[in-house]
């Protein structure tokens, strides 16, 4: 069974561009989660995605936003990007049935 | 909301000794606590996990433990090895309906020194 996936694996903007990074999750999972892990910090929330619908979100701005699509994947979107933005972008996803979070390998961004 | 602290922020010990983590949560509504491993470049692991109306579980050699009335749960990595450095995380999950909530501590970067 593939586990998370996700693309790309990395990722070189400028500030003030404007970048996509995607998410599959596993086969059967209807909940996806994203979290920014700047380098050496721990998991800050993002955003919560179940059933196509966002559920919650971090403290982000909302240049930080996202969708998920009916075949449960999902995409995160930074608009207007800051050179703090700089950071390993994590998806994981749930199956809603029970509590077990399954991570993929990030996209790692860098803004110059 | 769930708050979860983690402790300590990094831990050296020496190939083949035991290392322990400890983290704290302050809702009681937690009831499940898994425990993640990130190595370098790479996503967190799920590497055990627990819930709340069990007081301890092992796996080889990782094992943790929980106390619900102190409200805190703890990794134990016994016999040391140097491919267990990595950074580790707790979590505490809130589940409400068909939802989970996940609260994250903010890690512990364990070197293992051969």
């Known amino acids: 069974e593939a586990g998370v996936t996700q693309s790309p694996t990395h990722l070189i903007k400028t500030r003030g561009q404007q970048v996509t990074l995607r998410c599959s999750p596993i086969?059967?999972?209807?909940?996806v989660y994203w979290y920014q892990q700047a380098l050496g910090l721990g998991l800050q929330f993002l955003l919560w995605y179940d059933e196509g619908e966002e559920r919650n979100r971090g403290n982000f701005p909302p240049r930080f936003s996202g969708r998920q699509f009916p075949n449960y994947s999902s995409e995160l979107n930074v608009n207007a990007l800051e050179l703090e933005d700089s950071a390993l972008y994590l998806c994981?996803?749930?199956?809603?049935?029970?509590?077990?979070?399954?991570f993929g390998s990030g996209t790692q961004l860098s803004v110059l | 909301g769930e708050n979860v602290e983690q402790h300590p922020s990094t831990l050296s010990v020496q190939e083949g000794d035991s290392a322990v983590i400890k983290c704290t949560y302050s809702d009681s509504a937690s009831n499940y606590f898994p425990w993640y491993k990130q190595e370098l470049g790479k996503g967190p692991q799920l590497i055990i996990d627990i819930r709340s109306n069990v007081g301890e579980k092992k796996d080889q050699r990782i094992a943790v433990t929980l106390n619900k009335t102190a409200k805190h749960f703890s990794l134990h990595i016994t016999e040391t090895q140097p491919e267990d450095s990595a950074v580790y995380f707790c979590?505490?999950?809130?589940?409400?309906?068909?939802?989970?909530?996940?609260?994250f501590g903010s890690g512990t970067k364990l070197n293992v020194k051969p």
């Open positions: 994981a996803s749930n199956p809603g049935s029970n509590e077990k979070l399954f």
């Open positions: 979590a505490a999950t809130i589940r409400v309906y068909n939802f989970n909530k996940f609260y």
């Open positions: 086969s059967g999972h209807t909940s």
